[in-house]
């Protein structure tokens, strides 16, 4: 069964440094693997999506890389704003049914300006 | 800008009521979804489903049933609620093939008195 951890689960940083969130996951045979953003209150917002053949996807300030073989993915985000306070989650693919996200508790971030 | 919704946004209600929370999509989009997700707490699928007349049970076991009978409609039911169902239910939807990115909507808060 899948499981899926992210470190830290919280983080407070000042506006402008560049930050590495982290995620593992104890099963490799994954389809692709996405990262979200939810804002309190809100649903999810899909920031960036790694098929299993690929290795890193970049998308603005965010760059995510992804590791099958040691279940390991992380995402970049550089240059830190006030804006990207949100709590991030990792949710790899179950197997190889792409219909199955399996979330980790997140990584819950602050950003201070 | 995805363009999934969720009705209602909040909803407070006593036990042995029956609810009906709604999702829409306005994609398009064959595949959609139904998450719970408790205060903290990572999101389980209880419910997906590939098209019109298509329903299945997620990796969490739920009370609450769905049904298909439009592309674009995915309600969810509660026929008796209690205080264990009380939390957030997130709907979301995915096109077949491609990237099969998962697009959220806002969610409900249910709270059951």
């Known amino acids: 069964k899948q499981e899926v951890t992210q470190i830290p689960a919280a983080l407070s940083v000042p506006e402008g440094e560049n930050l590495v969130l982290n995620c593992s996951f104890t099963?490799?045979?994954?389809?692709?693997l996405q990262w979200f953003r939810q804002d309190p209150g809100k649903g999810l917002t899909s920031l960036l999506l790694i098929q299993s053949s690929q290795r890193e996807q970049t998308s603005g300030r965010l760059n995510a890389s992804l590791d099958k073989s040691s279940g390991r993915s992380t995402l970049y985000i550089a240059a830190s704003q006030p804006g990207d306070s949100a709590t991030y989650l990792c949710a790899p693919a179950e197997g190889y049914n792409t219909d199955k996200l399996i979330f980790g508790t997140g990584t819950r971030l602050q950003v201070f300006p | 800008e995805a363009d999934i919704y969720q009705t209602p946004r909040y909803l407070v209600i006593g036990t042995g009521k029956k609810i009906t929370l709604e999702c829409s999509q306005t994609m398009g989009h064959d595949k959609m979804y139904w998450y719970q997700q408790d205060p903290g707490m990572e999101l389980h699928l209880i419910h997906y489903?590939?098209?019109?007349?298509?329903?299945e049970k997620g990796d969490l076991s739920s009370e609450s049933t769905v049904s298909r009978i439009r592309t674009e409609h995915f309600p969810l039911t509660l026929e008796s609620a209690r205080p264990s169902h009380t939390s957030q239910y997130l709907c979301?939807?995915?096109?077949?093939?491609?990237?099969?990115?998962?697009?959220f909507g806002p969610g409900t808060r249910l709270l059951v008195l």
């Open positions: 979301a939807s995915s096109e077949w093939g491609g990237r099969e990115t998962q697009y």
């Open positions: 489903s590939y098209g019109v007349n298509s329903t």
């Open positions: 099963d490799s045979a994954i389809y692709n």
